[in-house]
Nanobody, 116 residues
Framework: QVQLVESGGGLVQPGGSLRLSCAASGSIFRLCAMGWYRQAPGKQRELVAATTSGSATNYADSVKGRFTISRDNAKNTVHLQMNSLKPGDTAVYYC??????????WGQGTLVTVSS
């Protein structure tokens, strides 16, 4: 199994930047497709960025050009660099590890608030 812990959330002004981190424990991390999801109050949880075990990446249209996901398998970590933040980015952000048919693990989330 794998355990995930997010960090790096906080309050930032529109146009600012934050870097989220996800620390994983477990020897199977390298096999995970990793994703960052977010959920605002009253909204569905949505995928914002993902990276495969081979480091291919995918982004929601709303964050393309502003967010960058990266992973370091040697350190069992994944990051989300968020630039040019907008109020609509306000949400709890969750780290996810998925191995199709075998594993779907979630962290507890970290709150990002974009407000002036």
């Amino acid at each position: 199994q794998v355990q995930l812990v997010e960090s790096g959330g906080g309050l930032v002004q529109p146009g600012g930047s934050l870097r989220l981190s996800c620390a994983a424990s477990g020897s199977i991390f390298r096999l995970c497709a990793m994703g960052w999801y977010r959920q605002a109050p009253g909204k569905q949880r949505e995928l914002v960025a993902a990276t495969t075990s081979g480091s291919a990446t995918n982004y929601a249209d709303s964050v393309k050009g502003r967010f960058t996901i990266s992973r370091d398998n040697a350190k069992n970590t994944v990051h989300l660099q968020m630039n040019s933040l907008k109020p609509g980015d306000t949400a709890v952000y969750y780290c996810n590890c998925k191995i199709v048919g075998a594993l779907d693990a979630w962290g507890q989330g970290t709150l990002v608030t974009v407000s002036s």
